[in-house]
């Protein structure tokens, strides 16, 4: 598992709900909800994902650290990648999104 590979699978997920919702243009709950649930929980999992990232460890995410059932959101290191995690796949699922949307644009033209 690394960064990348949670990305593309972040956004085939989001990909396959749109094709399942087609008419749904408020994706915000869903594409939390994705982004969440792509995010490891074990602490090793997200160790050699920053050690493979190291702005997961080094960059104070906007959000601040992870809080959830399986974050306690203290300010450790893993609350920290994860919240970091957590925000790099829900970026990535917005730019997806976006696509989706010119493409149909696109399509529409």
Do not use: C, K
């Not at 959830?68 to 920290?80: A, E, M, R, Y």
Request: proline residues 6%; hydrophobic residues 40%; aromatic residues 8%.
């Amino acid at each position: 598992m690394n960064l990348y590979q949670l990305v593309n699978d972040a956004i085939t997920e989001l990909h396959e709900w749109h094709q399942d919702n087609p008419d749904e243009t408020e994706p915000h709950d869903q594409i939390f909800e994705i982004a969440d649930s792509s995010v490891p929980v074990y602490t090793g999992d997200l160790l050699r994902l920053a050690a493979e990232n190291l702005h997961l460890a080094t960059e104070e995410p906007e959000l601040g650290p992870a809080n959830g059932s399986n974050f306690d959101g203290t300010p450790s290191p893993v609350n920290i990648i994860a919240a970091n995690v957590f925000e790099h796949i829900e970026q990535a699922l917005w730019g997806a999104w976006q696509e989706m949307l010119d493409e149909e644009e696109d399509d529409d033209a």
